[in-house]
């Protein structure tokens, strides 16, 4: 790779000993794509929690920190595996959540915003078109490239920290132009009048196609989506087909027509997705033991909007007695909701509202799973109903209106 | 040196040259969605490999399904002493590079001639990322 006096100062360690190892390590990753310069970044957003980065994470991450290791750009956290307030009564560890606090302090003292939310995109940072980030999770990557028309790759948590640190990331995938014209074609003859659906489009089109430089183009939608149809569809293409950016036609800013957005490409496939493509996702789940103990809303957090139409789907109704309802959305939104009633309508409904978290990532998940029998776990996430399977739930995906029936019926059908 | 059975040449690839037991996976694979990260056991419902162990293996998958979470995920087996040698990918994510780079795992991408026409699960193969070359050494029984 071709660098800088910038960067050759900062390998010989004028920065300090973490930007030059966090320098080397992003050279060893760009040029393993071929990088051959990098460019800078405006705002960072990593993955870091003791779920996944276990002792060994930790471990180095508290001898980075020893290194003087100090984010240069904005860098702020994803969803975590605890909400302290709640951490006791889920069955959470108590050595486990010590260890998440000294995470976070960590994280603190090298300059990072500890947000613990998935949906930066929704609530703290809009990059401009063509403007270069380092974002994880995939979620927030495919909104960043596809609504927002700006540049990321997926970013794991080590390399959107290295990136925060150096103030750069190499250029290769979504920085480059050439990767993010459209390479297949994507018809949509469904109504999509669901959450659910949008995430069960993302599930037919990434499924079929699972490759990270796969872009699809969807075409001719009914009517303008919402950004919470946008963050379901994203997150279920990022999830099932490893996908980092779509466009919409007329809807996404690099897809001012069809011809714009697959940029000369040749489409390797045209999908058409009508209603009886949908309705076939929904008739494919097993339904195991048939039990219904367990409703989830999360994976995205759920936006201020979804909290408001999800209070207002509750009305009066109470969650059936034997089924647990989680719902999980971010510090903020949470606070909001809160001001506006609708945590309020929520909780009184008996959903148990966590902040700060994705269900999947749950520290003890699994064995929280066997403590309180749940075997299906049904949701209106494409996206958790596919990531959570390491966790042995059996998963069903159903729109928003019959989650909410199953959670205050009981039954699932 | 050994002269080997089938040679499989790869597109990039990072690490150091090492030596394992092949398996080979005609489905995808991510760490988050598929491993049970204390076990090392492969434990998705209807995976292809459910069940298998992947300590000590070369793995060849075709695709890296979702998750920013095997950045920290390869560094964390490899902490609990339950990592693979080495992943093979037909093609892969950034994340999956970043996770094993981070690691210190070797790891490759792109692939001639496909696994499936050279390597079984069982075979003694040899990854060498500095000359691109996987190497089958000697066939399993």
């Given at each position: 790779?071709?660098?800088?006096?910038?960067?050759?100062?900062?390998?010989?360690?004028?920065?300090?000993?973490?930007?030059?190892?966090?320098?080397?390590?992003?050279?060893?990753?760009?040029?393993?794509?071929?990088?051959?310069?990098?460019?800078?970044?405006?705002?960072?957003?990593?993955?870091?929690?003791?779920?996944?980065?276990?002792?060994?994470?930790?471990?180095?991450?508290?001898?980075?920190?020893?290194?003087?290791?100090?984010?240069?750009?904005?860098?702020?956290?994803?969803?975590?595996?605890?909400?302290?307030?709640?951490?006791?009564?889920?069955?959470?560890?108590?050595?486990?959540?010590?260890?998440?606090?000294?995470?976070?302090?960590?994280?603190?003292?090298?300059?990072?915003?500890?947000?613990?939310?998935?949906?930066?995109?929704?609530?703290?940072?809009?990059?401009?078109?063509?403007?270069?980030?380092?974002?994880?999770?995939?979620?927030?990557?495919?909104?960043?490239?596809?609504?927002?028309?700006?540049?990321?790759?997926?970013?794991?948590?080590?390399?959107?920290?290295?990136?925060?640190?150096?103030?750069?990331?190499?250029?290769?995938?979504?920085?480059?132009?050439?990767?993010?014209?459209?390479?297949?074609?994507?018809?949509?003859?469904?109504?999509?009048?669901?959450?659910?659906?949008?995430?069960?489009?993302?599930?037919?089109?990434?499924?079929?196609?699972?490759?990270?430089?796969?872009?699809?183009?969807?075409?001719?939608?009914?009517?303008?989506?919402?950004?919470?149809?946008?963050?379901?569809?994203?997150?279920?293409?990022?999830?099932?087909?490893?996908?980092?950016?779509?466009?919409?036609?007329?809807?996404?800013?690099?897809?001012?027509?069809?011809?714009?957005?697959?940029?000369?490409?040749?489409?390797?496939?045209?999908?058409?997705?009508?209603?009886?493509?949908?309705?076939?996702?929904?008739?494919?789940?097993?339904?195991?033991?048939?039990?219904?103990?367990?409703?989830?809303?999360?994976?995205?957090?759920?936006?201020?909007?979804?909290?408001?139409?999800?209070?207002?789907?509750?009305?009066?109704?109470?969650?059936?007695?034997?089924?647990?309802?989680?719902?999980?959305?971010?510090?903020?939104?949470?606070?909001?909701?809160?001001?506006?009633?609708?945590?309020?309508?929520?909780?009184?409904?008996?959903?148990?509202?966590?902040?700060?978290?994705?269900?999947?990532?749950?520290?003890?998940?699994?064995?929280?799973?066997?403590?309180?029998?749940?075997?299906?776990?049904?949701?209106?996430?494409?996206?958790?109903?596919?990531?959570?399977?390491?966790?042995?739930?059996?998963?069903?995906?159903?729109?928003?209106?019959?989650?909410?029936?199953?959670?205050?019926?009981?039954?699932?059908? | 040196?050994?002269?080997?059975?089938?040679?499989?040449?790869?597109?990039?690839a990072f690490g150091p040259v090492v030596e394992g037991e092949a398996v080979v996976?005609?489905?995808?694979?991510?760490?988050?969605?598929?491993?049970?990260?204390?076990?090392g056991?492969?434990?998705?419902?209807?995976?292809?490999?459910?069940?298998t162990n992947i300590r000590d293996k070369i793995l060849f998958f075709?695709?890296?399904?979702?998750?920013?979470?095997?950045?920290?995920?390869f560094?964390?087996i490899k902490?609990?002493g339950i990592a693979p040698k080495a992943f093979v990918f037909?093609?892969?994510?950034?994340?999956?590079?970043?996770?094993a780079?981070?690691a210190g795992i070797p790891i490759t991408?792109?692939?001639?001639?496909?696994?499936?026409?050279?390597v079984?699960t069982g075979d003694w193969v040899r990854v060498d990322p500095?000359?691109?070359?996987i190497e089958?050494l000697?066939?399993?029984?």
């Open positions: 790779m071709r660098l800088t006096p910038e960067e050759e100062a900062m390998l010989a360690g004028r920065r300090g000993e973490a930007a030059r190892d966090a320098l080397r390590y992003q050279l060893a990753v760009g040029e393993f794509f071929g990088a051959e310069r990098f460019v800078p970044v405006t705002n960072a957003h990593m993955m870091g929690d003791i779920e996944v980065m276990g002792d060994g994470g930790l471990g180095w991450l508290k001898a980075t920190g020893a290194k003087h290791a100090r984010a240069c750009v904005p860098l702020t956290t994803n969803a975590r595996c605890f909400d302290f307030a709640h951490a006791a009564r889920l069955g959470q560890d108590a050595g486990e959540a010590a260890k998440e606090r000294e995470l976070i302090a960590a994280l603190r003292g090298m300059n990072a915003l500890t947000t613990d939310t998935c949906i930066n995109y929704q609530t703290l940072y809009q990059p401009h078109l063509g403007e270069h980030v380092a974002w994880g999770d995939t979620g927030t990557v495919i909104y960043a490239n596809s609504v927002f028309g700006a540049r990321s790759n997926f970013e794991s948590g080590p390399a959107a920290l290295a990136a925060a640190i150096t103030g750069r990331t190499p250029e290769y995938g979504f920085h480059l132009d050439r990767h993010r014209k459209g390479t297949l074609v994507v018809r949509l003859e469904a109504a999509l009048d669901d959450l659910a659906d949008w995430g069960a489009l993302g599930k037919i089109v990434g499924e079929k196609h699972q490759n990270y430089y796969a872009v699809p183009v969807f075409t001719e939608p009914r009517r303008a989506p919402v950004a919470d149809e946008l963050k379901h569809l994203g997150a279920a293409l990022a999830s099932y087909g490893s996908m980092g950016m779509f466009h919409m036609v007329g809807v996404t800013p690099e897809a001012p027509t069809l011809e714009a957005a697959l940029g000369g490409n040749r489409p390797v496939d045209e999908i058409v997705i009508d209603t009886a493509a949908l309705e076939r996702v929904y008739s494919g789940y097993h339904l195991g033991d048939r039990s219904a103990t367990l409703v989830v809303f999360s994976g995205p957090q759920l936006s201020l909007f979804e909290m408001k139409a999800l209070a207002e789907a509750f009305g009066d109704r109470k969650v059936h007695p034997g089924t647990q309802v989680f719902v999980t959305t971010s510090h903020g939104v949470k606070s909001t909701a809160h001001n506006l009633g609708y945590l309020q309508a929520l909780e009184s409904a008996g959903a148990t509202v966590l902040e700060g978290v994705c269900f999947y990532i749950l520290q003890n998940l699994s064995r929280m799973r066997v403590a309180n029998g749940w075997t299906n776990m049904v949701s209106n996430s494409a996206k958790i109903v596919n990531i959570i399977g390491a966790h042995k739930f059996n998963t069903v995906l159903r729109r928003t209106r019959d989650c909410v029936e199953i959670a205050c019926t009981g039954r699932l059908s | 040196m050994t002269v080997p059975l089938a040679t499989i040449r790869v597109t990039r996976s005609t489905e995808g694979f991510s760490p988050r969605y598929d491993l049970d990260r204390w076990s056991l492969i434990t998705k419902p209807g995976h292809k490999l459910e069940g075709p695709t890296a399904k979702g998750g920013i979470a095997a950045g920290w995920a560094f964390d902490h609990k037909g093609v892969t994510n950034p994340v999956m590079v970043q996770g780079v981070f991408e792109g692939w001639d001639p496909p696994p499936a026409e050279a079984r500095g000359r691109k070359v089958v000697r066939r399993g029984r």
